[in-house]
Every structure is written in structure tokens, then in C-alpha cells.
């Protein structure tokens, strides 16, 4: 078989995403955030004709006396739909906040190769982190 190979330079980027309104202690559900991620490709690729593939992992963030759920949100530069990676990063940081306002985040973090940055709505600290 004769495989076809495409190379593009590496690009990763991670936002990490709590499974908590706020901190109400109110459970968002891994399928609610799955359903807004495709409904948001959706209307990327109407709008923009964009592709922007998500690989979802669930972890645990344990930080004091909080330990909560969370979603790590992977992004690739898919090379079958490859895009500059200032448009890249533009869209994932879009993304991001808006999946902070429909699941109320106070604060998300994404992990570049080169740069972690954090969007913060509101300054408040979990009351379970005791500093």
C-alpha cells in the first residue's frame, strides 16, 4: 500500500475547563459540553469554513482542599485541515471564551508549546483553596 504523508510543523494547544458552575457545586455534564463543542464546529465551518477538531479527556484538578472534575480540551493542527496557527490560535482563544460564559467559568487556562495564558472573568477564589 502507498500511504500518503503530510508534515506540518507541531502546534498543540490544552484548555482545561471545570465540570462546576462557577462554584456552586452544581455538576456540568461532560455531554452538555460535547454537544456545545459540535454545535460551535458547526457553525465554524458555515461561517468560516473552518475545522477545528477537539480531543476531550476527563482529569481531576486537585488544588487544597478542592478537587474538582474537569475537561482537558486538545487541539492539533489536523494536517488534513491544516490553518495558520494565528488563526488557530485566534479561534481556540474565541472558543474559549465562549465556553466560559454558557458554563459560567470563572477562569480557564489553555497551554501552548510556548505560552500559557488564562481568561478571567471574575477574581473570586474557590472557597474549598485555602491559601
Known amino acids: 500500500m502507498n500511504f500518503k504523508k503530510i508534515a506540518i510543523s507541531p502546534f498543540s494547544a490544552k484548555m482545561t475547563l471545570g465540570l462546576e458552575l462557577g462554584y456552586t457545586k452544581k455538576r456540568i455534564k461532560k455531554e452538555e459540553v460535547i454537544k456545545y ?11 468560516k469554513n473552518l475545522v477545528l477538531s477537539v480531543s476531550v479527556t476527563e482529569s481531576i484538578i486537585v488544588l487544597s482542599g478542592q478537587v474538582e472534575p474537569h475537561l482537558q480540551l486538545n487541539f492539533i493542527n489536523y494536517p488534513k485541515f491544516q490553518l ?16 466560559m460564559q454558557r458554563f459560567e467559568q470563572n477562569r480557564v487556562v489553555i497551554e501552548y508549546l510556548n505560552e500559557t495564558i488564562m481568561f478571567e472573568d471574575r477574581e473570586l477564589i474557590d472557597p474549598r483553596i485555602k491559601k
Open 37 to 47: 463543542l459540535q454545535e460551535y464546529q458547526e457553525k465554524l465551518i458555515n461561517d
Open 84 to 99: 495558520e496557527e494565528n488563526i488557530l490560535k485566534i479561534e481556540i482563544e474565541n472558543l474559549t471564551r465562549s465556553i
